[in-house]
């Protein structure tokens, strides 16, 4: 039996409810396998118990009005080869954690890199897409505008 997916647009604003964070721009991009989020002072620190301890921010201008910046810490994380935007084979962190999206959570994972050149502090790519969505790049927010007509409708 074929699942059926979804229409998503060229953008939406999605939520990370396990970093907190809600109605975050991203770009939908079929021409990249891993998603990725816009971090930056992404280093590694020890744990009083010895464990390594992934370090990272996101700035809150990235978040949306009146965010502030948020420092974050995981002790899951990979460290994977990433061929970036320009070709270049780049080492980036990647985390797993959950994508709400059309009222649904899909676990998924995220590079975290310096997107602060970019519009979009968050891209989807194909690993997330596949199987599950149809891009349709007439069109925008269809997640987040369907999220707020259910919002509407239970006030």
């Known amino acids: 039996m074929t ?9 939406d604003k999605v939520d990370l409810p396990e970093l ?15 998603s990725a989020i816009h971090c930056s002072k992404i280093h590694i620190d020890k744990a009083d118990d010895g464990r390594e301890l992934l370090v990272y921010t996101i700035s809150g201008n990235r978040l949306g009005k009146g965010m502030k910046a948020r420092v974050f810490k995981t002790d899951t994380f990979k460290l994977k ?8 084979v780049q080492q980036r962190y990647v985390i797993k954690t959950k994508l709400r999206l059309f009222n649904k959570n899909i676990n998924t994972e995220f590079s975290l890199s310096d997107r602060s050149h970019m519009k979009n502090p968050i891209l989807l790519g194909r690993k997330l897409l596949k199987s599950r969505f149809i891009v349709d790049v007439a069109l925008e927010d269809i997640s987040y505008d369907e999220k707020n007509r259910l919002k509407k409708g239970r006030e």
């Open 20 to 34: 907190g964070l809600a109605d975050v721009q991203a770009k939908i991009d079929t021409g990249a396998y891993t």
């Open 81 to 88: 080869k990433i061929r970036s935007s320009n070709g270049q």
């Open 3 to 11: 699942k059926l997916k979804r229409v998503i647009g060229r953008t």
